[in-house]
């Protein structure tokens, strides 16, 4: 079964440095998300990603964050300068539709750590 | 406001007992509901979408009161690899304007013990 994967597995970055999550959706999907789990809190929508370029965000997507398909397969979230409270699982998504009942799948999650 | 709201448990149960989740939502302009099941500091992974007739998967019913802004999981004859944080989840949208986006719940914890 096709799968989205997501690299690396554990991020750990100094406050104030740029941090690169990478993604690959499953490849006959069109939409992709963004989405961070705080330790001990639910799942918190980012942003959408359509036609290659944003389609919806979340008050937590500010202008720290960015996100970028730089080719046919990579979809990548960059914070550009981290705080402690950047600190949160981050998982990727995709889905081939938005329309009725298609669900997003969700790769098995990036776990930033800011020190 | 777009609110999902669900009992954490956590919900103990033995082997071979039925256990119900339940999960309402705030926002009467929603579109498609779904329960997904987290195991603990993985993914959420889609365990069923939820239609407005009811559906059933196997030993899983979901239901829908859209009246009510209700959402229920019936799980039945649960067994240990049951155990994990079950997701109830919303995308809200009007038809023909959907949003990207799903709101998820905090889940409920579930553990089944032999």
């Known amino acids: 079964e096709p799968e989205v994967t997501q690299t690396p597995s554990h991020q750990v970055t100094q406050m104030g440095q740029e941090v690169i999550l990478r993604c690959v959706p499953i490849?006959?999907?069109?939409?992709f998300y963004w989405y961070r789990q705080i330790l001990g809190q639910k799942v918190e929508f980012l942003v959408s990603f359509y036609n290659n370029e944003i389609s919806e965000k979340s008050e937590i997507f500010d202008d720290q964050f960015s996100v970028e398909r730089p080719d046919g397969s990579n979809f990548t979230l960059k914070i550009r300068s981290t705080k402690l409270e950047d600190s949160a699982m981050y998982f990727c998504?995709?889905?081939?539709?938005?329309?009725?009942?298609?669900?997003?799948?969700f790769g098995d999650g990036t776990r930033l750590s800011i020190l | 406001r777009k609110e999902v709201e669900q009992d954490p448990g956590p919900f103990n149960v033995p082997e071979g007992a039925t256990v119900a989740f339940n999960c309402t939502y705030s926002n009467s302009a929603s579109q498609s509901f779904f329960w997904y099941r987290q195991d603990c500091r993985k993914e959420p992974k889609l365990l069923m979408s939820?239609?407005?007739s009811g559906n059933e998967d196997g030993r899983f019913t979901a239901q829908l009161n859209r009246a009510s802004q209700y959402i229920s999981l019936l799980i039945r004859d649960s067994k240990l690899s049951d155990s994990a944080t079950y997701l109830c989840v919303v995308k809200f949208g009007y038809s023909g304007a959907g949003s990207y986006q799903l709101t998820f719940g905090k889940g409920t914890k579930l553990s089944v013990i032999p």
């Open positions: 490849s006959n999907h069109l939409y």
């Open positions: 998504a995709s889905s081939r539709d938005i329309q009725g009942n298609q669900p997003q799948h």
């Open positions: 939820v239609y407005s």
